[in-house]
């Protein structure tokens, strides 16, 4: 089955709006946890605009099911940070100083020793390592190298193709990368503009998909089904697009 990783990253730009703590972060994270979640996926980024580093600490109190960090390891907070507390899963992104949401994946040619080397950091301390890809067969299998678990393919291409009425050609080349991946041994994960309408055929098309990590959608859809109901309804587009 394809698990279900919740970005709570919005529940935390609502609450820094105001201020105070409402919603409560940790709350959120515990019930939609309860609601049926597989994991809780969280961003914290340098300007801490939406999770603050303490958030993370206060959640790793908490957590019952998968805790996944992401971020920029050229940040020597974040790798402090994800040292501290060691999440189940870290996914390296590489996110500009500043950047509104993350746009590609790592080169993972051109950042091979970089990457190998902050890989091996956080595998020292028990921690599973993904990293953010492109859907390109030549990244994947140079992800290989780095020593990752497994790579998150970047699915924004995806889901505008799909939205446009092109969902064969929305999928082919994570097909091909999914397929490299396989290959090489790696595990695959999923996120990025995925949504109750894009997602069930992209879990139905992907072998092996592990694992998805949706926020932004499934807070917008949680504003008109509510939280409880949208945790349960992504959960079962993963379930029925199962392809083993």
């Known amino acids: ?8 990253n919005k529940f935390a730009t609502l609450r820094n709006s105001r201020g105070g703590n409402n919603p409560n972060l940790v709350k959120a994270a515990i019930d939609i946890e309860r609601f049926g979640a597989n994991g809780i996926t969280v961003h914290p980024r340098p300007d801490e605009r ?3 580093y303490q958030d993370v600490y206060d959640l ?19 790798v402090e940070l994800v040292l501290a507390n060691k999440p189940t899963q870290v996914t390296l992104v590489p996110d500009a100083l500043g950047q509104l949401t993350s746009n590609h994946g790592w080169n993972t040619v051109e950042y091979a020793d970089y990457l ?6 956080f595998k020292n301390a028990g921690i599973r390592v993904s990293i953010f890809v492109d859907p390109d067969a ?10 990752t678990d497994r790579v998150e393919l970047y699915t924004e291409s995806y889901a505008k193709d799909f939205a446009a009425g092109n969902k064969e050609k929305a999928i082919a080349p994570f097909i091909a990368a999914a397929q ?3 290959e090489v041994n790696l595990g695959i994960n999923a996120g990025h503009d995925l949504d109750l309408q894009n997602l069930n055929y992209f879990c139905r098309n992907i072998p092996g998909l592990l694992e998805v990590s949706i926020g932004h959608a ?3 859809d949680a504003l008109y089904y509510g939280l409880e109901n ?4 992504y959960k079962k587009q993963c379930e029925d697009g199962v392809t083993g």
Do not use: W, Y
């Not at 089955?1 to 709570?8: A, F, G, P, Q």
């Not at 030549?138 to 020593?147: F, I, Q």
């Not at 949208?230 to 309804?233: F, S």
């Open 116 to 121: 190998t080397n902050i890989i091996a950091v």
């Open 60 to 78: 790793k109190k908490v957590i019952t099911t998968e805790f996944n960090i992401e971020g920029n390891p050229t940040e020597q907070k974040f």
């Open 230 to 233: 949208v945790v349960q309804m």
């Open 218 to 220: 499934l807070v917008c």
């Open 138 to 147: 030549d990244m994947v299998a140079a992800a290989k190298l780095t020593g």
């Open 1 to 8: 089955m394809t698990k279900l990783s919740v970005n709570i």
């Open 180 to 182: 490299k991946a396989k």
């Open 50 to 52: 939406h999770i603050r």
